[in-house]
T-cell receptor, first 111, second 114 residues
Framework: GQNIDQPTEMTATEGAIVQINCTYQTSGFNGLFWYQQHAGEAPTFLSYNVLDGLEEKGRFSSFLSRSKGYSYLLLKELQMKDSASYLCAVSDSNAGNMLTFGGGTRLMVKP | EPEVTQTPSHQVTQMGQEVILRCVPISNHLYFYWYRQILGQKVEFLVSFYNNEISEKSEIFDDQFSVERPDGSNFTLKIRSTKLEDSAMYFC????????????FGSGTQLSVL
């Protein structure tokens, strides 16, 4: 099976930087995804990591350490519209590469 | 940008009734999925579908559930006899490939079983 842990809630200030951590345990790691989900809406793709290191895409960056079973999503220059849940999801090659999602981190951005 | 479309956006049904949730995946995608999210809980995998057959399914996807691709564009999820605990948001998703491919999610169908 798989186990994915991320904080339930975080609060940050507009213009600041926030880091959302995710730890995972899986038998056949085949990539880690971050999705953004606004309340009542579908998850939308943010980033994908399969090799160790940092992937940067505009204000969002994602980091992976496979040996530590650890990833983080870094959001810079926070905007009010970034208030959403951020879902860490792991692909498992032993399970047909289906995605297993963590419980999500609800980020609240304050003015 | 192409998108996955789902209908209806909301479905209310009585316990024991059959429901069919409909999805139109992105046209050049080959892999289709159903996920669900009970209010306040995590997104859970139900089933994946490729080449007109189920490729993976979770423990949630029991005999009450079935999927079908009735034509070249639609992908449906049928729940034969709904239970109260089936109340959830059901997301359809599609991807070009299966390995390391990002999923594109539809906007979901909120199913309420009374």
């Amino acid at each position: 099976g798989q186990n994915i842990d991320q904080p339930t809630e975080m609060t940050a200030t507009e213009g600041a930087i926030v880091q959302i951590n995710c730890t995972y345990q899986t038998s056949g790691f085949n990539g880690l995804f971050w999705y953004q989900q606004h309340a009542g809406e579908a998850p939308t793709f943010l980033s994908y990591n399969v090799l160790d290191g940092l992937e940067e895409k505009g204000r969002f960056s994602s980091f992976l350490s496979r040996s530590k079973g650890y990833s983080y999503l870094l959001l810079k220059e926070l905007q009010m519209k970034d208030s959403a849940s951020y879902l860490c999801a792991v692909s498992d090659s032993n399970a047909g590469n289906m995605l297993t999602f963590g419980g999500g981190t609800r980020l609240m951005v304050k003015p | 940008e192409p998108e996955v479309t789902q209908t209806p956006s909301h479905q209310v049904t009585q316990m024991g009734q059959e429901v069919i949730l409909r999805c139109v995946p992105i046209s050049n995608h080959l892999y289709f999925y159903w996920y669900r999210q009970i209010l306040g809980q995590k997104v859970e995998f139900l089933v994946s579908f490729y080449n007109n057959e189920i490729s993976e399914k979770s423990e949630i996807f029991d005999d009450q559930f079935s999927v079908e691709r009735p034509d070249g564009s639609n992908f449906t999820l049928k729940i034969r006899s709904t239970k109260l605990e089936d109340s959830a948001m059901y997301f359809c998703a599609s991807s070009e490939g299966v390995t390391n491919e990002k999923l594109f999610f539809g906007s979901g169908t909120q199913l309420s079983v009374l």
